[in-house]
C-alpha cells in the first residue's frame, strides 16, 4: 500500500506505529477525523497475516468509526487500533501499559476500548497509564463490556428495519440467520429468542454454537450454509466483508442486518443488494449501541441516559431508510450522506475562533 497517498485520497489525519520490544507490543493507531472531536474506536487484537494486512484493517476501521460516531450524534471523530498478536496468547500486562503510554502520548486526540480480541480487563490494564480509554471496569464508575449494549442496538436497529421490509417491527416468528454467536451475537440471541424469534446459527467456536443451541433452541448450521439458509433476516455478527460476489446470490433473507464492521465488500457490493431488493441495514448505524455507550463515560456514566441513546438506534435506522427511498439511493450511501452532512455542517459552524476550545473528557467525573 502507498500509505500517503492512502490517507490523501480518504483524507486520514494520522498513522501512529508503535513499538515496544519488551513487550512484544506492535500496534497500529489510526485516526481518520477529528472534526466532530476526539477520535474515539476499540483496539482490535488479531494474528494478522501481514503488516499490510493489519495496517488495512485499522485504515478501514478507523474510517468506519468516523462514520459510525457522526451518524450517531456523537461529538466524536473516528479512530482505531490494532494490535498485532493472538489474543490467546500474547497478551501481557507490560504491552498494555506500554500501549496506553502510546495513548497518553496522544494527549487526547484518540481514545480506546474494546474491540475483537480485548476485554474489559485489557482496557484496566491500559488505564493504568492513560485516562484515554473507556470501556473500562464498573468499579471506577465507568461502563465495563460493551457487547451486551451493541447487541441492544442491533437488536432495535433490526425492529425497525423489519418495520421497513415487513410492515410490522414485531420479530416473533421471524427466522434471523446468524453468523457467529461470540459476546455480541450470544446477547443479539438472547433478546431475538425471547421476543420469539426463529435462530440459526454457525460459527467456528463449537462451544459458542452449542450454548446457543442449548439456551435458545438455535439450529446450528455449517459454516458455509449459512447464507443459503431460510430466512427473513440474515445477520452477520463475526467478520468483515462478507456481502461479496460469492455470498451474495446465494442470499434468501429479506432483510441483512447485524454487529459486524465492514460488511460490504467493497461500496458496489451494497448497490448489488439494493437492486435485489435486499434491505441492507448499514453497519455502522446499526452497530453503534457499544460506542454509544462508552461515550457515555465520558459525561460521567449514567446506565440510563446510555440506554436511552442507545434506543435511538431504532430512529437513526429508519432515518436511514427515508432517506434511501427520498433520494432513490442505496441504503450504504444513505448512511454516508447522513454522516458527511452532520460532519460538513459542523465543520463550517465550528470555524468560529475559540480561545481555549472545550474539552470533552473535562465533564468526565
Ligand atoms: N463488541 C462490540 O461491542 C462491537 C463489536 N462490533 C463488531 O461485531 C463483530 C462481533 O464482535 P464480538 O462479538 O465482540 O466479537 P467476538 O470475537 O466475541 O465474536 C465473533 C464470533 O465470530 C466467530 N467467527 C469468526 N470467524 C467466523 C466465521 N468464519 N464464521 C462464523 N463465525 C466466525 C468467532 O468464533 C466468534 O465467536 C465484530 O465484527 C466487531 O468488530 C461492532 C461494534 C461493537
Ligand atoms: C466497541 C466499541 C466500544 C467501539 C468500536 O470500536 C466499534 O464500535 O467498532
Redesign the pocket.
Known amino acids: 500500500m502507498k500509505l500517503f497517498s492512502y490517507m490523501e485520497k480518504y483524507d486520514y489525519e494520522q498513522v501512529v506505529i508503535c513499538q515496544d520490544q519488551l513487550s512484544g507490543l506492535k500496534a497500529i493507531i489510526a485516526i481518520h477525523d477529528t472534526t466532530l472531536g476526539p477520535a474515539l474506536g476499540g483496539t482490535r487484537m488479531w494474528n494478522y497475516q501481514s503488516e499490510e494486512e493489519a495496517l488495512e484493517d485499522a485504515l478501514r476501521l478507523a474510517k468506519g468509526m468516523t462514520y459510525k460516531n457522526a451518524a450517531a450524534g456523537l461529538n466524536l471523530g473516528g479512530g482505531k487500533t490494532v494490535i498485532i498478536g493472538d489474543p490467546r496468547t500474547d497478551k501481557n500486562e507490560e504491552m498494555f501499559r506500554a500501549f496506553g503510554r502510546y495513548i497518553q502520548g496522544l494527549n487526547g486526540r484518540y481514545i480506546t476500548a ?3 480480541g480485548t476485554t474489559v480487563e485489557d482496557m484496566d490494564t491500559i488505564h493504568e497509564e492513560t485516562d484515554y480509554v473507556t470501556g473500562i471496569s464498573p468499579a471506577f464508575g465507568a461502563s465495563g463490556n ?2 451486551p449494549v ?1 447487541a441492544y442496538g442491533v437488536y432495535v436497529g433490526m425492529k425497525a428495519a423489519a418495520k421497513e421490509a415487513f410492515g410490522s417491527d414485531q420479530l416473533s416468528g421471524k427466522t434471523v440467520a446468524v ?7 450470544y446477547h443479539l440471541c438472547k433478546h431475538l429468542h425471547e421476543e420469539g424469534a426463529q435462530l440459526i446459527v ?4 463449537r462451544e ?1 454454537v452449542k450454548r446457543a443451541v442449548n439456551e435458545f433452541g438455535a439450529k446450528a448450521v455449517d ?1 458455509d450454509d449459512i447464507y443459503q439458509v431460510d430466512c427473513d433476516i440474515f445477520a452477520p ?4 466483508a462478507v456481502i461479496n460476489d460469492q455470498t451474495i446470490p446465494q442470499l434468501k433473507a429479506k432483510v441483512i442486518a447485524g ?3 465492514n460488511q460490504l465488500k467493497e461500496d458496489r457490493h451494497g448497490n448489488v443488494v439494493h437492486e435485489m431488493g435486499i434491505l441492507y441495514v448499514p453497519d455502522y448505524v446499526i ?1 453503534a449501541g ?1 460506542v454509544i455507550n462508552v461515550a457515555d463515560e465520558l459525561n460521567g456514566y449514567n446506565r440510563e441516559r446510555a440506554m436511552k441513546k442507545v434506543e435511538g438506534i431504532y430512529q437513526n435506522v429508519a432515518k436511514v431508510f427515508e432517506i434511501s427511498n427520498r433520494d432513490a439511493i442505496p441504503t450504504y450511501q444513505a448512511a454516508d450522506r447522513m454522516a458527511e452532512e452532520r460532519i460538513a455542517r459542523l465543520r463550517r459552524s465550528r470555524r468560529q475562533f475559540l480561545q481555549q476550545e472545550h474539552h470533552i473528557l473535562s465533564r468526565r467525573d
Do not use: R
Request: proline share 4%.
Open positions: 474494546e474491540d475483537v460493551p457487547s451493541t453468523q457467529g454467536v461470540g459476546n455480541v451475537a454457525t460459527d467456528i467456536n459458542a459454516i455478527c463475526a467478520l468483515g454487529a459486524a464492521n452497530n457499544g
